[in-house]
Structure formats: structure tokens, C-alpha cells
DNA sequence: ATGTTTGTTCCGAT
DNA sequence: CATCGGAACAAACA
């Protein structure tokens, strides 16, 4: 049993001899062997339920890609972490890319669960949201429509691209104010949003030109083919040309006929 | 070369 | 003290 002398001995050790060393990856050897029991969403958040009340957690930012894969497949691009995973007496692995490092994994346990919950406002997707309690989060974020709705503390699971095309939908200008919205645009707002992102799901998520989105399987999702606003030149209602501008430092397109600021 | 990017967190300003 | 907004994180691409 290690006590000060021990560590204190080994850490000089390892000091000594590693500093300025690059870790260039890691491997967890063996034994971990706990079973994956669900797969399921927090948020923008996979959550794997794993045995013995722990839970493996990914989020994938911007070009994090999570890839079932057969062990001998020559390595994907961007890996990052690699778990090999034994089922029905063959092997497999489950590969954690990203690009641009902005994806998470940690592992945590069942009481920290809750803390992530804690986090995120109402999933859009959850049919207990109701179009009040939708708007009074809203109205409680201070500042304008689109920047609430990306504000996954407000209401979790719209991302910029759906943003964009959730307004264009409701003919709602991205700077209005949310303080603004009555509850007959905040019902139209949940509907759309649920509308979008359901479609979305359907045709399996959305690839831009970057291709970085793929499913599990490295497949492309289709949905690009039917943004609304999102990436387009004219507006598919009125044929006005497109607006683009940064809102909050993120890209932002609108009809500026279809989507006009009152207040 | 510079500007852009599907997301989130942190820090300074208000 | 609470809240907001923008920079930063990092890499690839046009």
C-alpha cells in the first residue's frame, strides 16, 4: 500500500524521466468488461448504460463521428478513442472520431446523471412541452429568438442549421426579441421545431459540403437536401434573395420579406 | 492567406 | 450578483 514515500518516490521517478514526453494515446487494458445495457440521449449528449451504474458518455460538437466498425477495418480518419466490444461470440469496435477536438467522451457515475440533466432545459423533442411552458423559457432568456433557441439551458436539441430553418418556417425575424412572442408564434415555434427536427431525423441528419456528419455505418444523412433557409441563395416562399449575417457570432440566414421584424 | 464551420464553455463587461 | 455576448477551443477547406 503506496503511502507519501511510495508516491512521492514514483512521481519524482516519473517526472524525471517523462516530462516534456507527448502522450500520443492511451490504452485501457482489459477487465473494464462492462456490458453496454442502453444507448440513449441527453441532450446532444450519447449516453451508453453501462454495468455497475456507470455511464459512458460522448458528445460529438461539430465533426465528432462515433463508428461501429469490424476490428480488422484499416483505421477511419481522426480517431480518437477506440473500444473494442465482443457480442454474440464476435468482435467489433466502436470508434470515436473528431476532427477538431471539440467532441467529449467521459465516463461517469449514475449520481452525476442527473447534474447532466440539470443542464439543459426541456428536450424539443419531449411531448410533456407544453407551447406555455416553451415560451415562458423563452421569455426568461433575455435576448432575441435565435439566440434563446440555441441556448441549450433554454431548450435543448436545436442546433444553428434547424434554428435557421425553424424561423424561416414561422416567419419569425432571428432578432426578435423573445419577450416579444405571444402564445399563439410560441405554439407555431414548438410545432415547427418538432416538424424539422423529426424530418431531419428521417432522413438520417444532415451532411454539409465539409461531408463531416455520417452515421454510424460512415453513411451521409440527407437532409441537406431539404433545409428551408439554411445555406440557400433565394426564398423557396417569395423568391427574394436570402440574407446572411452573423447574429451572436453564428451564421444566420433569413428571408427578409417572409421574416420581418416587428416590435 | 484569410475567413468560414453542425457546439459549448469561460471570462469580461454590463 | 445575474446575465449577456463574444472569444476561444482546433482543424480542414475554399
Not at 431525423?201 to 455520417?214: A, E, N, P, Q
Request: glycine share 4%; hydrophobic share 35%; charged share 25%.
Amino acid at each position: 500500500m503506496p503511502e507519501l514515500p511510495e508516491v512521492h518516490t514514483i512521481a519524482v521517478d516519473l517526472n524525471k524521466h517523462l516530462s516534456n514526453a507527448v502522450i500520443k494515446s492511451i490504452e485501457i487494458k482489459n477487465n473494464f468488461n462492462k456490458k453496454i445495457i442502453e444507448v440513449t440521449r441527453i441532450s446532444k449528449n450519447i449516453v451508453l448504460e453501462l454495468s455497475s451504474e456507470t455511464f459512458l458518455i460522448f458528445h460529438l460538437a461539430m465533426t465528432g463521428r462515433l463508428l461501429i466498425r469490424k476490428s480488422d477495418r484499416p483505421n477511419d480518419d481522426w480517431e480518437r478513442i477506440i473500444l473494442t466490444l465482443a457480442k454474440n461470440g464476435k468482435t467489433g469496435q466502436l470508434r470515436f472520431c473528431d476532427t477538431r477536438m471539440f467532441g467529449k467522451a467521459e465516463v461517469i457515475k449514475k449520481e452525476m446523471i442527473n447534474k447532466l440533466k440539470s443542464k439543459y432545459g426541456p428536450d424539443i423533442l419531449a411531448d410533456s412541452l407544453s407551447p406555455e411552458e416553451f415560451l415562458s423559457v423563452l421569455v426568461a432568456k433575455r435576448t432575441n429568438i435565435k439566440n434563446a433557441l440555441l441556448d441549450q439551458s433554454v431548450v435543448s436539441g436545436i442546433g444553428n442549421i434547424y434554428a435557421n430553418d425553424l424561423l424561416w418556417m414561422s416567419k419569425t425575424h432571428p432578432l426578435t426579441k423573445t419577450n416579444s412572442i405571444k402564445i399563439a408564434k410560441a405554439k407555431e415555434l414548438l410545432n415547427n421545431a418538432k416538424e424539422i427536427i423529426k424530418e431531419a431525423i428521417l432522413h438520417r441528419g444532415s451532411t454539409l459540403s465539409d461531408k463531416m456528419f455520417v452515421d454510424a455505418f460512415g453513411k451521409y444523412g440527407t437532409h441537406q437536401n431539404y433545409f428551408r433557409v439554411y445555406d440557400q441563395r433565394n426564398c423557396k416562399n417569395c423568391g427574394t434573395k436570402i440574407k446572411f449575417e452573423k447574429i451572436n457570432s453564428r451564421g444566420t440566414y433569413y428571408c427578409p420579406t417572409c421574416q420581418v421584424l416587428k416590435q
